[in-house]
């Protein structure tokens, strides 16, 4: 991996220059909080933000979107407008990077997808490191740090910006600016060393997963589950800002006056009722308290089986966006904690 | 194949639906090419009143005996019955209060005259007669409408989301009024299917879709009870367009 070093002050001109590689997209200030948006200018940029509302999974994973259209006795036609569109997606945190690695694992795995894959060859991500905040817990979940899945990614050590170039097209945007970019030297390396320091010991929240999984096969009968069922709004918003959460649900729209159409399908929550509902009429998970438990079985056990660590990154999305408080770190914290059931 | 007869009809309510269906002025010419429209008193003065007719639209909540009297009749002589909008789905503004004594709330509105009009506590139209399909909405949405027709058409039925406003307003990425602002916002119990369009111009949802496929009505009161709102100030904003079984 290459390490190059930025001065601060050119950071502008860097991203004038990267523009040749794709539109624009930055975290921008929106009442507060902050949302992935094409740039119209560069200082609406804001670097230093807690999280965006919504993962940067909305580039690959649109909430809505158009699969194929269909016509009786003509076959179907696959939609792949946007699916080329050049984006840099500037200023990702390594919990999404992270999460984004993941979802590669699962829509370019088995079951290939055409258009999640067509979108992540063309979009190109550039990182930033973070501080954490009080929701984050991304250190717990192995996912503050990413060594790949991005094309350059910048830690802010004061007057520069360190960039690891992860892929050829992070190399090219370097050449592309001609000399803005330094190599580093022994300082810049302990700049480094403190920054990654002094993050690790800003966290202010932490969970353990080793063995998690097992907890969660012994708690399965926990009441925790039925307390969080009466609680839960079922209102989708944690699978929706969830950068992991790739469940979608595939309908048919047919026009008006014949049987063709278009299929489409649109962001999922396994919270809904109709998640786990079958044409029969049976529904696998109808009450709330089964379905809040799935989702978090599959988040921190089921993932584990399948694919070797949790899906979870700890962006503290969820905890944000729950109306009623559910916290994922509170409910991993109660089910570890020794209920003393000998002395009772 | 002729085209499928079709009614579209209002019993007490603001019309606000059938004004949609009137507002879909792009799609009109195509809708009325493949539907024949034989009784919607709004749009025409040449209606025939008794004809049999494949599908019903009626909109509005049963608010009289001569409403339910005429919802009847529309039942016996439609194959397909669609209730129209919220009053229609869910009984909306009207049913508000229909736990009420009516005598004094007629005495009050209208004097002791009142006393001899012909008015009931309002009713949905699934209580009075059997119901295919429900398009909720205040107003229904268009495309919900036309999607209606399309699939009927086709002898299948449209599928509304059954999720909630949040859901919809997590999409397009809105603030949340209910967590940052405090607000008293229905979205987490209403239905979605109108994109959150209030939320998204930073006004709560007031629940105008009528309650969602699932609603957690005692976590949602006790979590806005937590914000400091007081029980009837909740009761009389969720009672508006829910009803008493949904909305207690």
Same mark, same amino acid.
């Given at each position: 991996?290459?390490?190059?070093?930025?001065?601060?002050?050119?950071?502008?001109?860097?991203?004038?220059?990267?523009?040749?590689?794709?539109?624009?997209?930055?975290?921008?200030?929106?009442?507060?909080?902050?949302?992935?948006?094409?740039?119209?200018?560069?200082?609406?940029?804001?670097?230093?933000?807690?999280?965006?509302?919504?993962?940067?999974?909305?580039?690959?994973?649109?909430?809505?979107?158009?699969?194929?259209?269909?016509?009786?006795?003509?076959?179907?036609?696959?939609?792949?407008?946007?699916?080329?569109?050049?984006?840099?997606? /500037?200023?990702?945190?390594?919990?999404?990077?992270?999460?984004?690695?993941?979802?590669?694992?699962?829509?370019?795995?088995?079951?290939?997808?055409?258009?999640?894959?067509?979108?992540?060859?063309?979009?190109?991500?550039?990182?930033?490191?973070?501080?954490?905040?009080?929701?984050?817990?991304?250190?717990?979940?192995?996912?503050?740090?990413?060594?790949?899945? /991005?094309?350059?990614?910048?830690?802010?050590?004061?007057?520069?910006?360190?960039?690891? #170039?992860?892929?050829?097209?992070?190399?090219?945007?370097?050449?592309?600016?001609?000399?803005? /970019?330094?190599?580093?030297?022994?300082?810049?390396?302990?700049?480094?060393?403190?920054?990654?320091?002094?993050?690790?010991?800003?966290?202010? +929240?932490?969970?353990?997963?080793?063995? +998690?999984?097992?907890?969660?096969?012994?708690?399965?009968?926990?009441?925790?589950?039925?307390?969080?069922?009466?609680?839960?709004?079922?209102?989708?918003?944690?699978?929706?800002?969830?950068?992991?959460?790739?469940?979608?649900?595939?309908?048919?729209? #047919?026009? +008006?006056?014949?049987?063709?159409?278009?299929?489409?399908?649109?962001?999922?929550?396994?919270?809904?009722?109709?998640?786990?509902?079958?044409?029969?009429?049976?529904?696998?998970?109808?009450?709330?308290?089964?379905?809040?438990?799935?989702?978090?079985?599959?988040?921190?056990?089921?993932?584990?089986?399948?694919?070797?660590?949790?899906?979870?990154?700890?962006?503290?999305?969820?905890?944000?966006?729950?109306?009623?408080?559910?916290? #994922?770190?509170?409910?991993?914290?109660?089910?570890?904690?020794?209920?003393?059931?000998?002395?009772? | 194949?002729?085209?499928?007869?079709?009614?579209?009809?209002?019993?007490?309510?603001?019309?606000? @639906?059938?004004?949609?269906?009137?507002? *879909?002025?792009?799609?009109?010419? @195509?809708?009325?090419?493949?539907?024949?429209?034989?009784?919607?008193?709004?749009?025409? $003065?040449?209606? @025939?009143?008794?004809?049999?007719?494949?599908?019903?639209?009626?909109?509005?909540?049963?608010?009289?005996?001569?409403?339910?009297?005429?919802?009847?009749?529309?039942?016996?002589? $439609?194959?397909?019955?669609?209730?129209?909008?919220? *009053?229609?789905?869910?009984?909306?503004?009207?049913?508000?209060?229909?736990?009420?004594?009516?005598?004094?709330?007629?005495?009050?509105?209208?004097?002791?005259?009142?006393?001899?009009?012909? $008015?009931?506590?309002?009713?949905?139209?699934?209580?009075?007669?059997?119901?295919?399909?429900?398009?909720?909405?205040?107003?229904?949405?268009?495309?919900?409408?036309?999607?209606?027709?399309?699939?009927?058409?086709?002898?299948?039925?449209?599928?509304?989301?059954?999720?909630?406003?949040?859901?919809?307003?997590?999409?397009?990425?809105?603030?949340?009024?209910?967590?940052?602002?405090?607000?008293? *916002?229905?979205?987490?119990?209403?239905?979605?299917?109108?994109?959150?369009?209030?939320?998204?111009?930073?006004?709560?949802?007031?629940?105008?879709?009528?309650?969602?496929?699932?609603?957690?009505?005692? $976590?949602?009161?006790?979590?806005?009870?937590?914000?400091?709102?007081?029980?009837?100030?909740?009761?009389?904003?969720?009672?508006?367009?829910?009803?008493?079984?949904?909305?207690?």
């Amino acid at each position: 991996m290459k390490i190059l070093k930025l001065p601060k002050e050119k950071l502008d001109l860097f991203a004038s220059v990267v523009q040749q590689f794709g539109e624009l997209h930055a975290p921008v200030e929106q009442d507060g909080k902050y949302v992935f948006k094409r740039l119209m200018r560069w200082s609406d940029a804001r670097l230093e933000y807690d999280r965006t509302i919504l993962p940067p999974k909305k580039y690959f994973l649109p909430p809505r979107e158009t699969l194929f259209r269909y016509r009786p006795g003509e076959g179907f036609v696959p939609h792949t407008e946007g699916l080329d569109q050049r984006i840099i997606l /500037f200023g990702v945190h390594a919990c999404d990077v992270y999460a984004i690695n993941i979802l590669d694992r699962v829509f370019a795995g088995k079951y290939p997808d055409p258009y999640y894959q067509a979108r992540r060859k063309h979009i190109a991500i550039i990182g930033i490191d973070c501080s954490p905040d009080k929701h984050c817990f991304c250190r717990s979940m192995r996912a503050d740090f990413v060594d790949h899945g /991005f094309d350059l990614f910048f830690y802010d050590t004061g007057d520069y910006y360190q960039a690891l #170039v992860g892929t050829a097209l992070g190399d090219d945007m370097v050449l592309a600016t001609g000399s803005l /970019f330094e190599p580093v030297d022994g300082t810049d390396i302990d700049d480094y060393k403190r920054r990654s320091w002094n993050k690790r010991r800003a966290f202010q +929240l932490e969970v353990e997963i080793r063995d +998690l999984p097992e907890i969660f096969e012994m708690e399965y009968q926990s009441e925790i589950w039925e307390e969080l069922g009466e609680k839960c709004l079922s209102c989708g918003s944690c699978s929706m800002v969830c950068p992991t959460c790739y469940c979608y649900d595939v309908a048919d729209h #047919v026009e +008006l006056g014949s049987r063709a159409g278009r299929r489409a399908r649109s962001w999922d929550s396994c919270l809904f009722a109709s998640h786990a509902l079958v044409a029969s009429g049976e529904n696998f998970r109808g009450p709330r308290a089964s379905r809040i438990k799935f989702r978090f079985y599959h988040k921190q056990r089921g993932f584990v089986a399948e694919y070797g660590r949790p899906s979870c990154v700890g962006c503290g999305r969820c905890i944000s966006a729950c109306p009623v408080g559910i916290d #994922v770190v509170q409910v991993i914290d109660r089910l570890r904690r020794v209920q003393d059931v000998a002395s009772r | 194949m002729s085209k499928p007869t079709v009614g579209i009809f209002g019993l007490t309510g603001c019309a606000g @639906d059938q004004l949609v269906i009137l507002n *879909c002025e792009d799609r009109l010419l @195509d809708i009325v090419a493949l539907i024949d429209i034989r009784d919607f008193l709004m749009a025409s $003065s040449e209606n @025939d009143e008794g004809c049999p007719l494949d599908i019903a639209l009626v909109e509005g909540a049963v608010l009289s005996r001569r409403d339910a009297d005429k919802l009847r009749a529309i039942r016996q002589r $439609s194959k397909i019955l669609v209730a129209l909008g919220t *009053c229609a789905v869910w009984g909306g503004v009207a049913a508000m209060d229909r736990g009420k004594d009516r005598a004094r709330l007629l005495e009050e509105v209208y004097g002791e005259i009142g006393l001899t009009y012909d $008015s009931s506590p309002a009713q949905a139209l699934h209580e009075v007669v059997k119901v295919d399909l429900g398009i909720a909405g205040c107003p229904i949405e268009k495309e919900h409408f036309i999607a209606a027709v399309a699939a009927l058409l086709n002898g299948d039925t449209p599928l509304y989301p059954e999720y909630p406003v949040c859901t919809e307003c997590r999409m397009r990425e809105n603030n949340c009024l209910l967590i940052e602002r405090g607000e008293l *916002c229905c979205g987490p119990i209403t239905a979605g299917g109108c994109e959150a369009r209030c939320p998204e111009l930073r006004v709560p949802c007031v629940g105008c879709r009528g309650p969602a496929g699932d609603t957690n009505v005692p $976590s949602f009161v006790a979590m806005l009870e937590q914000k400091g709102f007081d029980r009837q100030q909740l009761a009389a904003r969720l009672r508006t367009f829910a009803p008493e079984g949904v909305a207690q």
